[in-house]
């Protein structure tokens, strides 16, 4: 995997206790304690039947979901509750409230980017993938996954990006601002180990404005490099992956061959 260089990668420190000093809650309003947890990051905050000894609330944090359980003296536990054999009891609602939630609002993003399609329309696993014009493993990638996308299984959405070398932003414009940008790419590909697509000598602003969005996107994401790739699954739960899949790999992205 290549990685986007000097990026800031932000730390969430959050306790597992947090105090406010507050009274019970009243069971219809939000407690004080979730404002000191979202002010560290917590967000989506969907609340849960928890029983009657606490109050349950579902959120994200980053891209990790998380329970929080307000006690009646205003404190709150934050983490998972597991029963006498060890299952976690709140699985089913986290999975309803937040992490499919979060997953289809990603996706609806991803659809809706500047992407680039390799592949047949109508196949029906869609995979989304960020891609540098330089990136040797995003190079690997596309070869690795071509009995795929020619059998018409998969499609391959590519958000591209550049990140890698000096010249990637204008090669990169020089796929997004061809008249067919799936032709582009493609050549790109075939002549990588020559050097690839001629990079363009000007960015225009609409195509600039694309990379911009896809650079943000990339970093909403929390994907650290490229190639990064996205995809939802039969469950409905989102799944990213970082780099070229090892041996095995393809199969749980793509599907069997």
Request: glycine content about 10%; aromatic content about 6%; overall charge positive.
């Amino acid at each position: 995997m290549i990685r986007l260089p000097l990026w800031p990668r932000a730390v969430l420190a959050m306790a597992i206790m947090v105090s406010t000093g507050a009274h019970a809650a009243d069971g219809k309003t939000p407690p004080p304690v979730l404002k000191a947890l979202q002010a560290q990051g917590l967000t989506d905050v969907q609340e849960f039947d928890a029983g009657s000894s606490v109050r349950g609330f579902a959120g994200i944090v980053g891209d990790e979901p998380m329970s929080v359980y307000v006690t009646p003296d205003g404190n709150a536990i934050v983490g998972t509750r597991v029963d006498a054999q060890g299952s976690r009891i709140d699985a089913k609602k986290m999975d309803e409230l937040v992490i499919k939630p979060r997953a289809a609002k990603i996706m609806k993003q991803l659809s809706e980017s500047k992407w680039v399609l390799d592949g047949k329309p109508s196949a029906p696993r869609v995979v989304y993938v960020f891609t540098d014009p330089n990136c040797p493993y995003c190079h690997a990638f596309w070869e690795a996954a071509r009995p795929w996308v020619e059998s018409g299984k998969v499609q391959i959405r590519y958000l591209v990006v550049g990140i890698i070398r000096e010249d990637s932003p204008a090669k990169a414009a020089a796929i997004l601002g061809a008249k067919d940008p799936a032709e582009a790419l493609t050549r790109n590909e075939k002549a990588f180990s020559k050097g690839g697509i001629a990079a363009e000598k000007t960015i225009s602003p609409e195509v600039q404005k694309q990379l911009d969005g896809n650079l943000a996107l990339m970093m909403s994401l929390d994907i650290q490099g490229t190639p990064g790739i996205v995809q939802q699954g039969a469950d409905g739960k989102l799944s990213k992956f970082g780099g070229m899949p090892r041996s095995g790999g393809l199969e749980s992205i793509l599907g069997p061959k």
